[in-house]
């Protein structure tokens, strides 16, 4: 799923142009089709790729029984750091759109939801480590 989810992002990535002279003339925002709205829309591409190839390694290292393991922290913060990043570049769409708002608060509440579950990732390794140690 994540390969078809990269494919997906490469082939909207392409086709974003048409896509937004699509939901312009569908919407009747014509504010979508200015050059910014385009370079954020391109931008946020780039950690949504980071983030889908962490989340396969993650994915790949739960299938193999390795959870807590330092690699399964860096993956998880490295997705939450995407997601901030998804949310920063959304505050420069909310310029055009107002829905840019909504997308950037719901990216920034993922991001801190990984942040959590990062932090639990790496207090069950450090427990797991003492008991390594203590049989």
């Given at each position: 799923?994540?390969?078809?989810?990269?494919?997906?992002?490469?082939?909207?990535?392409?086709?974003l142009p048409w896509l937004l002279r699509w939901y312009s003339a569908y919407s009747g925002n014509q504010a979508?089709?200015?050059?910014?709205?385009?370079?954020?829309?391109?931008?946020?591409?780039?950690?949504?790729?980071?983030?889908?190839?962490?989340?396969?390694?993650?994915?790949?290292?739960?299938?193999?029984?390795?959870?807590f393991t330092t690699e399964n922290i860096q993956s998880l913060r490295h997705i939450s750091w995407c997601c901030?990043?998804?949310?920063?570049?959304?505050?420069?769409?909310?310029?055009?759109?107002?829905?840019?708002?909504?997308?950037?608060?719901?990216?920034?509440?993922?991001?801190?939801?990984?942040?959590?579950?990062?932090?639990?990732?790496?207090?069950?390794?450090?427990?797991?480590?003492?008991?390594?140690?203590?049989?």
């Amino acid at each position: 799923m994540v390969i078809a989810f990269l494919c997906i992002l490469g082939a909207g990535s392409l086709a974003l142009p048409w896509l937004l002279r699509w939901y312009s003339a569908y919407s009747g925002n014509q504010a979508l089709l200015h050059p910014p709205v385009l370079a954020v829309l391109w931008a946020c591409a780039i950690p949504a790729c980071i983030a889908l190839i962490q989340l396969g390694r993650l994915l790949r290292n739960i299938a193999a029984d390795r959870v807590f393991t330092t690699e399964n922290i860096q993956s998880l913060r490295h997705i939450s750091w995407c997601c901030y990043g998804v949310a920063f570049l959304f505050l420069f769409f909310l310029f055009y759109y107002i829905l840019g708002l909504l997308i950037a608060i719901i990216a920034a509440f993922m991001g801190l939801i990984l942040r959590v579950v990062k932090n639990v990732f790496a207090q069950a390794l450090a427990i797991k480590e003492e008991n390594d140690l203590t049989v």
